[in-house]
């Protein structure tokens, strides 16, 4: 059982577009992470989310951790193929020494 | 700044072989993790070390074993190595926030070819 469900799967878009990355989880957890992955590479961290409600902002990229610690969404803002790649969650429950990851979506900007 | 070493970078074994992958955290870093990635796969979870002692454990089979030494580096050991072990081996190291939660960093991979 996926606990970590990110949607979509897969999006391609034209550049400039906006959009959203859902993650979504029926567990409560203490802090979320969000990834982004090139091929062959190992996942690069961008933010940390840790109080509900937070909301974090890395440049053309908004974060943010639902008011009770099961969600989180990804927004960005005029996409550009640079940001092209897979987008992970990954959520960390306190007492535990790992992280579930989601399922991915695999974003594609088209220039 | 300092990042996950990893290496070597790309192993190449044949069936029924051993490979040891090795893993060097951040400095100052208290917990390590090991993932393995196959193609178009989010990363699993295999095992963790906190401070040098096993931490928790994942789906990790019994031919695999690991082990974080005094100076903290980490080696993941595969036995009887098999096809489907052939993916990209991620490991990471966290560190605590003031928040009590962890933040984690991950090194290049070893991306693992079983023939």
């Not at chain 1, 937070?54 to 440049?59: D, I, M, T």
């Not at chain 2, 990635?37 to 095992?47: A, E, K, N, R």
Request: proline share 5%; charged share 20%.
């Amino acid at each position: 059982t996926q606990l970590l469900e990110q949607s979509p799967q897969f999006l391609s878009i034209q550049e400039g577009e906006n959009l959203t990355v859902y993650c979504n989880s029926s567990s409560v957890f203490s802090s979320l992470q969000w990834y982004r992955q090139e091929p062959g590479e190992g996942p690069v961290l961008l933010v940390t989310v840790v109080t509900g409600g937070e909301v974090k902002k890395l440049k053309r990229l908004t974060f943010q951790f639902g008011d009770a610690r099961k969600d989180s969404s990804l927004h960005i803002t005029a996409a550009q193929p640079g940001d092209t790649g897979l987008y992970l969650c990954a959520g960390y429950r306190s007492g535990t020494y790992k992280y579930i990851f989601g399922t991915g979506t695999r974003l594609k900007v088209l220039a | 700044a300092a990042g996950v070493i990893q290496s070597p970078r790309h192993l190449i074994k044949e069936k029924r072989e051993t490979a040891t992958l090795k893993c060097y955290p951040i400095p100052r870093h208290d917990t390590v993790y090991w993932y393995q990635q196959g193609p178009g796969q989010d990363p699993q979870f295999l095992i963790s070390f906190y401070e040098k002692m096993q931490s928790d454990k994942g789906s990790i089979p019994d031919r695999f074993s690991a082990q974080q030494f005094s100076d903290y580096h980490s080696e993941l050991n595969m036995s009887s190595l098999e096809l489907g072990d052939s993916a990209l081996y991620f490991c990471a190291s966290s560190f605590l926030l003031g928040t009590g939660s962890y933040e984690q960093y991950f090194g290049p991979g070893t991306r693992l070819t079983v023939t």
